[in-house]
């Protein structure tokens, strides 16, 4: 089945630092999203990718769709403590009837201030 | 707010007991979907609505586990005869039709089973 592979698993960096974090796969998709989950809550949706190449900035954050469609990474530039969370990607999948997310196993950020 | 709500949001209960989840999605939302999470892990698919018709079911579902959305707004996922690999937290989410990429998600409901 659909694997989303992220990295890294975790980083622990000082604030103001930017941090960079990547999704790869096995499997085409032709949307990517990429989520925020903070302890106890749900995923919030930051960023969503349409077409191969694209790059999409939403504030601080800056995500890019992979050429070919397996990859992409999200950058977060000048880190504040309230970026602390779980970083996940996600591929969205089409089924018959409608489609799903799949998604990567997520990347842990602390920021030290 | 209006944002996809979830209730309860802890549950407790001892294995072989029966649980039921409620989902209520953002109202102009026909699409819900029901993922599960374990600890680690991304969020898994288990099953999707659109309107009231459960159009697709994971291979994760089992017999054990139900959902249902009767009139096509809030959804309620049943887990029968609980057992201990059934804790974990159960998302809800939501979207449109005219916008089906955006799922919105719930805060969750942690079920752990003793």
């Known amino acids: 089945g659909q694997q989303l592979n992220q990295s890294p698993q975790s980083m622990f960096i000082q604030e103001g630092e930017d941090v960079s974090m990547n999704c790869t796969s096995s499997?085409?998709?032709?949307?990517w999203l990429w989520y925020k989950q903070e302890p106890g809550e749900g995923p919030v949706l930051l960023i969503a990718l349409y077409k191969a190449g694209e790059l999409t900035s939403n504030g601080r954050l800056t995500a890019q769709f992979g050429i070919t469609r397996k990859d992409s990474f999200l950058n977060i530039s000048a880190s504040i403590p309230s970026d602390v969370g779980i970083y996940f990607c996600a591929g969205l999948l089409y089924m018959e009837y409608g489609n799903k997310l799949v998604f990567g196993a997520g990347t842990i950020l602390r920021v030290k201030s | 707010d209006t944002g996809v709500s979830q209730d309860p949001r802890h549950k407790i209960t001892k294995r072989g007991q029966n649980v039921t989840f409620r989902c209520d999605p953002i109202?102009?939302?026909?699409?819900l979907y029901w993922y599960r999470q374990t600890l680690g892990q991304g969020p898994e698919f288990l099953t999707y609505?659109?309107?009231?018709?459960?159009?697709?079911k994971s291979r994760l579902l089992s017999d054990r586990f139900s959902a249902e959305r009767p009139k096509g707004s809030f959804s309620t996922l049943e887990i029968q005869r609980t057992e201990q690999g059934d804790s974990a937290m159960y998302l809800c989410?939501?979207?449109?039709?005219?916008?089906?990429?955006?799922?919105?998600f719930g805060p969750g409901t942690r079920l752990t089973v003793l």
């Open positions: 609505f659109q309107n009231e018709a459960q159009l697709e």
């Open positions: 109202s102009e939302h026909n699409r």
């Open positions: 499997s085409i998709f032709n949307t």
């Open positions: 989410a939501s979207s449109w039709t005219d916008s089906p990429d955006t799922q919105y």
